[in-house]
Nanobody
Framework: QVQVVESGGGLVQPGGSLRLSCGASTFRLDDYAIGWFRQAPGKEREGISCIGSSDGSTYYADSVQGRFTISRDRSKNAVYLQMNSLKPDDTAVYYC????????????????????WGQGTQVTVSS
């Protein structure tokens, strides 16, 4: 089955940091723009960041701009989401996925362009 694997979630206090990882064993993440999404209880899944395949393009939703940073490690076939200054509103299940329709990141995320979803990783921000 073609899918990604997310890891790195956990419980963190407000103001703390976490780094999420997105990996794949059956395909190269390099070949795709990769997006990070999150879904809080009772809410729609929200696209929060993406990174282009090879052009260095990135995108951040307003809700995470300035606090989250997306990056790639091609040698490890991984994409990371460094999350700083976490807030209780960041509590959600975080998912990564591959964009099958674009190799770059425009100034928006369209969920239906993404596939190869993983099971997600829970992030809880609470004191």
């Amino acid at each position: 089955q073609v899918q990604v694997v997310e890891s790195g979630g956990g419980l963190v206090q407000p103001g703390g940091s976490l780094r999420l990882s997105c990996g794949a064993s059956t395909f190269r993440l390099d070949d795709y723009a990769i997006g990070w999404f999150r879904q809080a209880p009772g809410k729609e899944r929200e696209g929060i960041s993406c990174i282009g395949s090879s052009d260095g393009s990135t995108y951040y939703a307003d809700s995470v701009q300035g606090r989250f940073t997306i990056s790639r490690d091609r040698s490890k076939n991984a994409v990371y989401l460094q999350m700083n200054s976490l807030k209780p509103d960041d509590t959600a299940v975080y998912y990564c996925a591959a964009n099958l329709m674009r190799t770059h990141c425009p100034g928006f995320i369209i969920r239906h362009e993404y596939s190869y979803w993983g099971q997600g990783t829970q992030v809880t921000v609470s004191s």
